[in-house]
């Protein structure tokens, strides 16, 4: 079956712009995960769904960051006036039901440089 | 917040030889999860243990997490190029905790 697919999987950008990075979770996965990951650091929590709404958002850096789930399936990810330390690797998780101790599943990650 | 450390950062080993990676927090482990991941892709799950004591096993990988649950050890026997990628260990820092706190993972190279 397929797994959690994200687009674009390499994003350039100049500083001061507006980016948003998609993220397909697996069919049925109602949890859905946001986490960055900087050169030569372990993956750091952004954000988390359960269905529509955002559980919790405690790990986003600031207000340039945003993210969505509409219909409780795809989410995207929003950065507004993008700054140099946003690059990064973007990861999105998702996860069967609402048992945290289950397994979460990664994309591949949209990879994001900010000049 | 939970911190969670990685020994070694990196290794090189020859193929056909054992190794251990480790993975020690200061708080108690909820959930202590092992995970793959090589250049260009995402988090390949290896193992999640949860109990004081606990030990898995998938092929030639092994996971153990001690009975105190703050360490937990990834050994793997008879390496092979295949095994190479950077090793994560994610945790939850407590019960209900959705989401994971991961260390800074171990690069392994395995030389054929």
């Known amino acids: 079956g397929a797994g959690v697919s994200q687009t674009p999987s390499n994003k350039v950008t100049e500083k001061g712009k507006y980016v948003e990075l998609r993220c397909d979770p697996i069919s049925g996965h109602t949890a859905l995960y946001w986490y960055r990951q900087s050169l030569g650091q372990g993956p750091e929590f952004l954000i988390y769904?359960?269905?529509?709404?955002?559980?919790?958002d405690s790990g986003l850096p600031n207000d340039r960051f945003f993210a969505v789930r509409p219909e409780g399936s795809v989410s995207t990810l929003k950065i507004q006036r993008t700054e140099r330390g946003d690059s990064a690797v973007y990861l999105c998780?998702?996860?069967?039901?609402?048992?945290?101790?289950?397994?979460?599943?990664f994309g591949p990650g949209t990879r994001l440089t900010v000049l | 917040s939970q911190e969670l450390e990685q020994s070694p950062q990196s290794l090189i080993v020859q193929e056909g030889k054992n190794l251990t990676i480790n993975c020690t927090s200061s708080k108690t482990l909820y959930g202590l999860y092992w995970y793959k991941q090589k250049y260009g892709e995402g988090l390949i799950f290896l193992m999640m243990?949860?109990?004081?004591?606990e030990e898995k096993s998938h092929e030639k990988i092994t996971a153990k997490l001690d009975e105190k649950k703050q360490q937990s050890s990834l050994h793997i026997t008879a390496s092979q190029p295949s095994h190479a990628g950077i090793y994560l260990c994610?945790?939850?820092?407590?019960?209900?905790?959705?989401?994971?706190?991961f260390g800074t993972g171990t690069r392994l190279t395995v030389i054929p």
């Open positions: 994610g945790a939850l820092d407590q019960t209900g905790a959705n989401n994971l706190f």
């Open positions: 998780a998702s996860r069967l039901g609402d048992r945290s101790y289950s397994e979460q599943f």
């Open positions: 769904f359960q269905g529509t709404g955002a559980a919790d």
């Open positions: 243990l949860q109990k004081g004591g």
